[in-house]
């Protein structure tokens, strides 16, 4: 199952995508906050969203998975 990963250390601003959704590749999936910044993250491939593993506001590291693709 591919995980999309966070991009950069930062907040998670807004999660855009609920358990059950289909993504295509380019859909921006979580958007985190770093240095009063929205940084957009999108998948990478096309999937169906089956597990979340972050929360809004919850702060992450380059590399952490956010979300889970099945």
């Known amino acids: 199952m591919p995980e999309i990963e966070a991009h950069?250390?930062?907040t998670v601003w807004?999660?855009?995508v609920e358990v059950g959704d289909?993504?295509?590749e380019?859909?921006?999936v979580v958007i985190l906050e770093s240095m009063k910044m929205e940084m957009p993250?999108?998948?990478e491939d096309?999937?169906?969203?089956?597990?979340?593993l972050c929360e809004e506001g919850q702060s992450v590291?380059?590399?952490?998975?956010?979300?889970?693709?099945?």
């Open 46 to 52: 096309q999937g169906v969203v089956s597990e979340i």
């Open 61 to 70: 590291s380059e590399g952490d998975p956010l979300v889970v693709l099945e």
């Open 8 to 10: 950069i250390t930062g």
């Open 26 to 28: 380019g859909d921006t």
């Open 41 to 43: 993250v999108e998948a």
């Open 22 to 24: 289909s993504v295509e």
């Open 14 to 16: 807004k999660i855009e």
